[in-house]
């Protein structure tokens, strides 16, 4: 208390000089800006009709993941999935796709375990990074497919989600 007293008696008087400065500028205070109106006038509009649902089935989940394949070392890991509906072929449009629909998890791992080293040895093939981008189709469907599919991705060192940057 006595080290803030003392700050604050040794402080007084140059506020008090800044103070009087500030008043004899007799500063006047301007009015606030107004806010412009709207250059043309807006139309009401008809009220929007969305159609039934009945009938239409909604996915929960994501129908595909594109990967990338190849060394640890080169892999960007993320835990974000690429963006769905974006991909497109990458080093010269020989990209790779396999399709699980139908197929019971277990199945679906089987595959997957099968397929990566045949995708390891592709991309130890071409130049650097090393890398080759594979489409894996899971399907609609309640989902469970996919989510093994994603923890698979999760699991393995040498597979991750590819950037979205190289599907845009």
Not at 62 to 70: A, C, D, H, N, R
């Amino acid at each position: 208390m006595v080290a803030i007293s003392r700050v604050q008696d040794e402080a007084r008087t140059p506020f008090q000089r800044i103070r009087q400065n500030l008043h004899a500028m007799e500063l006047k205070r301007t009015s606030p800006k107004k806010k412009k109106q709207a250059s043309r006038p807006l139309l009401p509009s008809a009220p929007i009709s969305n159609p039934p649902t009945d009938g239409l089935a909604c996915k929960a989940g994501k129908t595909y993941f594109v990967i990338q394949v190849g060394e640890p070392a080169n892999l960007y890991k993320t835990l974000k999935p690429s963006g769905a509906g974006r991909y497109k072929h990458h080093h010269g449009g020989n990209g790779i796709m396999i399709d699980l629909h139908g197929l019971m998890n277990a199945q679906a791992l089987v595959k997957l375990r099968e397929c990566l080293p045949v995708w390891m040895d592709m991309a130890m093939k071409r130049s650097y990074p090393f890398l080759i981008q594979v489409k894996i189709v899971c399907g609609g469907g309640n989902q469970v497919l996919s989510e093994a599919v994603k923890n698979w991705i999760r699991q393995n060192d040498n597979v991750a989600n590819a950037p979205k940057r190289l599907f845009a």
